[in-house]
């Protein structure tokens, strides 16, 4: 049975043992109240790429350091493990799936085929939510998870009374290509049956990603705009080494995961093996899903570059060097936009343009707002293109000249939302196992 008093109050049987999980009790603690954080299970698929992951784990570590949530991650990233989380933070990896040239994926197992690497994902998200018993379930991006893994867990959970919310990036995609992507995989559907609330992480002045979806409309009144998520340098870990160049000015240059950074990467060496002229040398950060083909050729033309250009593979801690930059290049992915946000910092937006046009859509509403300047591959890639922008960057406004009221309002406003659902959410009795 669900217990509907407010989390924070319940009379419990039992008492939370750190580490060991939760140990009935009787007598003594029959009639006394105990106050408990809720416990919110946050879904990150991780196909490719960081981005669900980093922004998975900004929003709960935010809410673990309320002192009121305890939060799960679920994630498919082949690199959780190499990033720090909150205390009261932890989380569960499904086995690893990639997305192929072609746009089809595989799971990384040669041994499984994909039907079967998808029915192991969804048996383990399944089993974590009838094992954590969260009372609010956050899912990043995908309504039914991939290739459908969440929908049984999503059945489990309405049958229990708990809160379900769709958590969405600023910008998904062009209309033309998102709406038969939806329609394709029952999204909609989805989010009119098991979804309560959703949450936009960015502003309506910028994008309004359900637009042109009939849902978007449906759901309005139980639709929030958060406003981007603010992050913050973390505490140096004591072993934290930098590269030279990270103690003088200094451009840093990052395509997130790099698994389809080489483009971008390429123009800007290209800029600076073009024009000795550039002011400041950068730091390119390739990230772990660059192609190591690509990566030992880039270090080459590096290399005959000292000096002007230097290079790291991944940074856990890229917060810290992004504080440090004079300015930043980038794609415009969703984290590194709330980074360049954060801290400030003057941009140079090289989106991609495929598979999505997510990026694209982003870096030009946000060089109309005055938070960035955009350089499209559309429009040629001259190296002389690009070295005139790098040498333009230094004396760029930054974001903050633009005034955007509740631009980094974003997890302010999740934990408010997460304090009103959880007030007004059936509970489930700590002892109350499926």
């Given amino acids: 049975m669900c217990d509907r008093r407010p989390a924070a109050t319940l009379r419990l049987h039992a008492l939370r043992v750190p580490g060991r999980g939760w140990r009935r009790r009787e007598g003594a603690f029959e009639d006394e109240t105990v106050m408990r954080p809720s416990r919110v299970l946050i879904y990150s698929h991780d196909t490719f790429g960081l981005g669900h992951l980093r922004r998975s784990r900004t929003i709960a570590n935010a809410l673990a350091g309320t002192g009121e949530v305890e939060a799960m991650i679920v994630s498919g990233s082949t690199v959780v493990a190499r990033f720090a989380f909150a205390r009261g933070v932890s989380s569960v990896r499904v086995p690893g799936v990639t997305k192929r040239a072609d746009g089809s994926y595989a799971g990384l197992d040669p041994q499984a085929s994909l039907q079967e690497t998808v029915a192991r994902r969804a048996d383990i998200v399944l089993r974590t939510a009838r094992d954590f018993r969260p009372n609010l379930v956050i899912v990043d991006k995908e309504p039914t998870g991939f290739h459908g893994e969440m929908l049984p867990t999503l059945e489990h959970l309405r049958a229990r009374g708990c809160r379900v919310v769709l958590g969405l990036r600023d910008v998904l995609d062009d209309p033309d290509r998102l709406v038969p992507e939806w329609e394709r995989k029952g999204a909609s559907e989805a989010v009119r049956r098991f979804y309560d609330e959703i949450w936009i992480y960015g502003l309506a002045r910028i994008h309004r990603p359900l637009a042109a979806l009939p849902v978007g409309a449906e759901f309005s009144d139980r639709t929030t705009y958060t406003g981007y998520l603010h992050r913050a340098a973390p505490r140096p870990r004591p072993d934290r080494a930098e590269p030279g160049v990270a103690a003088e000015p200094f451009i840093l240059v990052t395509p997130g995961g790099g698994g389809d950074g ?37 270090l080459g033309r590096i290399a005959r570059l000292p000096g002007r250009l230097s290079a790291i593979t991944f940074d856990s801690e890229i917060e810290l060097l992004m504080e440090k930059a004079s300015g930043v290049v980038a794609m415009g992915g969703y984290n590194t936009f709330c980074e360049i946000l954060s801290f400030d910092k003057r941009a140079l937006l090289v989106p991609r343009t495929t598979p999505r046009r997510e990026q694209e859509i982003r870096a030009v509403a946000a060089e109309g707002l005055g938070l960035a300047r955009t350089v499209l591959e559309a429009d040629g890639r001259d190296p002389m293109r690009m070295a005139a922008a790098l040498r333009a960057l230094p004396d760029q406004a930054p974001p903050s000249r633009a005034r955007i009221p509740d631009l980094l309002g974003g997890l302010d406003r999740i934990a408010e939302r997460v304090r009103v659902l959880n007030a007004g959410a059936p509970v489930l009795a700590l002892g109350d196992r499926p």
């Fill in 262 to 298: 080489d483009g971008l990467i390429d123009w800007v060496i290209s800029a600076y093996e073009a024009d000795p002229a550039i002011p400041l040398p950068a730091l390119i950060a390739f990230g772990p899903f660059l192609a190591s083909k690509s990566r030992a050729a880039f």
